[in-house]
Nanobody
Framework: QVQLVESGGGLVQAGDSLRLSCAAS????????MGWFRQAPGKEREFVGA????????RYGDSVKGRFTISRDNAKNTVYLQMNSLKPEDTAVYFC?????????????????WGQGTQVTVSS
């Protein structure tokens, strides 16, 4: 069993930066990918970014490419999401996800474990 705990959300102004963290506890493996998804009120869960175990594969959603960066520190069992140039449309609950896939999936299905979410609010 793997538990994921997100932190780092908050209220910021448009143009600001924010870094989210997700700490994993429990047994993971060298094929364990980590991802970030977000969900705004009334909308479906949206893919934000994902990273493979070795970080040789990184994927991003179209709406965040060039602004967000995903990284991981396997020694700390932690994945990060650096968010720059934030926009009001980035406002959502951000979820960390983990799953036994080596290819950093962009769909929710391959992710077996989910965090409780952290709120990010960007004011204009």
């Amino acid at each position: 069993q793997v538990q994921l705990v997100e932190s780092g959300g908050g209220l910021v102004q448009a143009g600001d930066s924010l870094r989210l963290s997700c700490a994993a506890s429990g047994r993971t493996s060298s094929s364990f990918s980590m991802g970030w998804f977000r969900q705004a009120p009334g909308k479906e869960r949206e893919f934000v970014g994902a990273v493979s175990w070795s970080a040789n594969i990184k994927r991003y959603g179209d709406s965040v490419k060039g602004r967000f960066t995903i990284s991981r520190d396997n020694a700390k069992n932690t994945v990060y999401l650096q968010m720059n140039s934030l926009k009001p449309e980035d406002t959502a609950v951000y979820f960390c996800a983990g799953g036994p896939s080596p290819i950093a999936p962009t769909q929710t299905g391959p992710y077996k474990y989910w965090g409780q979410g952290t709120q990010v609010t960007v004011s204009s």
